[in-house]
């Protein structure tokens, strides 16, 4: 079978730890896989103020897929790497869908009571190059009592239809077949409009899929109170973002909450990475959970058409999950990475 060619972006804090361990699982698993890893993140932007350099995003273009740790770090001001780094990534790549799965695994202890695991099962197909995160907007007056800031959201028809296509089409290939538009109709009645009128377009193609609505503010509180309202959820790319970690949340944590970065018209590789950041409260010091990063390879194997791969290092994860008990605390970083290696491997 042919070689995976990746290209690795391991980044700051906890993203070195866990993508070591990522790659520790993806070896075990099996396909060819020939790595390259950049040293993009603050210690480069320190060394040479560089973020993303042209040419290095030129070569990002020719792999099969990219594996991501996390970016940011407290040395360097907020939005250097996020933005320039990070979200340049994504809207370059045209990574318009950024699937983030919730899903309770069986064992995995979680803050709601008397909860299934078939009661949290669903998947976020937050939006990935648009919203408020296009980042226009500006400031008049800084510094002065009269300050303005704007930050400006961008929804385009082409991009907002495109995401909620595939929202559908996810919809469609799952049992339930109920497709959840989050947003805030009530208020940004542009953007909303825009959203609102797209799904119901849309939905006369796909009358198989049942398509629902909820405010992003009831839609925080029911995923704690009522998770089984949902099942895919297609939403704005901030709304996204504050969903998928009170998502992990309720899913047992965010170190185990995995995303992908998907170019679903593949013209440029799709970028896997944890849900979480680069968590400088506890870096290097091995409490990072890999899980996450771990689960995340799985949706890159599952991306490259490898489902059998992918469904192993899933059913390891899961394995691995029971038999925690919700203590992993118990092993550290690399101790957890080898088990569910040892687990892909036998
Ligand atoms: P964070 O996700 O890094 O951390 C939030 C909390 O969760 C921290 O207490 C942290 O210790 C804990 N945590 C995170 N991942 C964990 C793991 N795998 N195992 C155990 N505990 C874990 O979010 P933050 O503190 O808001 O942000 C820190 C930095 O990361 C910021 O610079 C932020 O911009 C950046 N960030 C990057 C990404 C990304 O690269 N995709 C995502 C989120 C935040
Ligand atoms: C995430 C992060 C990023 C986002 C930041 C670091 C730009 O929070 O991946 O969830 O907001 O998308
Ligand atoms: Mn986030």
Redesign the pocket.
Known sequence: SRTIRLAVIPGDGIGEEVVAEGLKVLQAVGPKVETTTYDLGAKRYHATGETLPDSVLAELRGYDAILLG???DPSVPPGV???DL??KL?FELDHYV?LRPVKLFPGVSTPLGGVRPEDIDMIVV?E?TEGP?AGAGGVMRRGTPHEIATQESYNTAYGVERVVRYAFEKARARSRKKLTLVHKTNVLTYAGDLWARTVERLAAEYPDVTTDYCHVDAASMFFVTQPQRFDVIVTD??F??IL??IGAAVAGGIGLAA?GNVNPDRTAPSMF?P???SAPDIAGQGKADPTATILSVAMLLDHLGLTEAAAKVEQAVADDLLERGGSWTARNTRQIGDDIAARVAG
Do not use: I, P, W
């Open positions: 996390a970016v940011g790497l996020e933005r990070l979200l994504r950024n937050r990935g995160y790319n901030l996204g973002d998928t970690d995303s990475e849900v979480h950041g």
